[in-house]
């Protein structure tokens, strides 16, 4: 076994019971919580994964409680106990819980779904691999992650938790990247590449970094965030090694924000390593726009700058997370020039079929002839620019 995901079966029975009702405690007093709980290895092996255990540790709504058990064999969830212990159990609604815990709403699907939103299969040179732009490739290991988002757009292949991708099929990933001199930039995903041994990724870090014109590495991830303990000593020494070494780490709320998680940044950003976020924008969890400035800002004060928020992808069962794009645009007008032009990431829509990640923003541009532009700024105030002749 090389991830590392400790949990094979759900608990059952008794032994379910007895579990949920420590990890009941602990996540209702945050004093009772043993050393163990800031152990990523006990957050992975106690992780909630059946209705049985959830319903222990929240009162579910009947829609929860039907999603939970046709997601059963078809969906996979799991939630951190520390995940689980930023749910607002007073607040059905509670932004945490919507993105974690399993609704009815999952089985309702569109006619415009797609089962691969972004036409990732069928940009795949190699298994393992997606090569869309001429200049970048993604690499994709794994098909674990520590928390399983009910938005997924990776849904179709998150969740059966097998080992990392082998050995003869990185190879030839790598060979392909070796041989395609265009690329110098190499995205490393999932499921979650922090999910994986550490000396497991830093074998696939040091392959790729000894390709020449392989210019830089990036990691995208979720770890940091609902999983933020696996952040430690051990991996952040392995990663330095491999600068330039960037990251994306995905983030949905400010209520993510939180000491362990601030704590895990921290480490990371020490070490050197660029991080950038990316935020998936979703109804009902961060659609307005005070919440989305409030995440850029929390963002900023742990060092990650913002970089991406997607519309949300045409994923199957996902209708009831997705706005209109205007709800999008709309925030960005909020953000561009109300506040620092670092705490503004790029809105894009990942293109239906594969046509990458297209941005969409606020005409700023009203009208522009013979070398003169009309703009309006922030404010809605005209200006005009005159070209040179
Ligand atoms: C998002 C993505 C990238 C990286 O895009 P950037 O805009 O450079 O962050 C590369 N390849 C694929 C297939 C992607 O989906
Ligand atoms: S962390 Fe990413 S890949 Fe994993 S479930 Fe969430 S959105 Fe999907």
Sequence with gaps: MDGLSVTAEPPSGSTARKLSSGIAEYIEYPDSRPDSWYDWRWQL??????????????????????????????????ITPYFFSLID???????????????????????????????EDSHSPVPGLVHRYPDRALLIVNDSCAMY??????????????????SDRFEDAYKYIKSKKTIRDVLISGGDPLMMKTEHLEGYLRKLRSIPHLEMIRLGTRVP?????????????????????????????????????????????????????????LRGINDRPTVMKKLMHELLKIRVRPYYIYQCDMAMGTGHFRTPVSVGINIMEELRGHTTGYAVPTFVIDAPGGGGKIPVTPTYLISQAKGRMTLRNYENKIYNYVEPD
């Design 149 to 166: 988002c009910r938005y997924c757009t990776r849904r179709r292949m998150v969740g059966a938790e097998h080992p990392p991708m082998p």
């Design 89 to 119: 159990r007073q607040d059905q609604k509670c932004p945490i819980r919507k993105q974690a815990v399993p609704r009815l709403e999952e089985f309702t699907l569109s006619s415009c779904e797609l089962v691969d939103p972004c036409g």
């Design 225 to 281: 965030v609902t999983l933020p303990m696996r952040v430690d000593e051990e991996l952040v020494t392995m990663l330095r090694k491999y600068h330039p070494l960037y990251m994306s780490i995905h983030f949905s709320h400010p209520k993510e924000i939180t000491p362990e998680v601030t704590k895990a940044c921290g480490m990371l950003a020490d070490a050197g390593i660029p991080l950038g976020s990316q935020t998936v924008l």
């Design 45 to 78: 092996k106690n992780r909630i994964t059946s209705l049985e255990v959830i319903r222990d540790l929240i009162p579910l709504t009947r829609r929860e409680e039907e999603g939970i058990k046709r997601a059963q064999g078809r969906l996979a969830m799991a």
